[in-house]
């Protein structure tokens, strides 16, 4: 069991875009080990951990990037309410990926590292 209260201490020492790039990592994470049947608990994980990250960020950031994060909290909920069946079927599993994809590109854009 992770100890979240170390991990939120820690997470919030860094500023907003880099907190938002950490988010975006998790994100093309899952992106990456949906491909492998082996990592189911690794990603289910890191939908745990991606919520957090949210629900930690989400007050401080400008209001379009806090929707954004909102948006994509509601998306992580619902892969998690499904995720047995997500996982069983491959091409369930393919278009999280890929949808997760599109939202670590999309969170690393809001979070201004790019520029």
Do not use: C
């Amino acid at each position: 069991m992770k100890d979240w209260t170390i991990i939120r201490e820690r997470y919030l020492q860094d500023e907003l875009p880099v907190r938002l790039g950490g988010l975006a990592a998790n994100l093309s994470r899952i992106k990456s080990f949906a491909t492998h049947d082996a990592n189911r608990e690794v990603i289910e994980s890191l939908l745990d951990e991606s919520k957090f990250f949210i629900e930690w960020t989400a007050a401080e950031a400008e209001i379009d990037v806090a929707a954004a994060l909102v948006e994509l909290q509601i998306q992580l909920a619902r892969w998690q309410r499904n995720w047995a069946s997500i996982w069983a079927n491959p091409a369930q599993r393919r278009e999280v990926a890929e949808q997760s994809g599109n939202w670590s590109n999309r969170i690393l854009k809001l979070s201004g590292l790019l520029s």
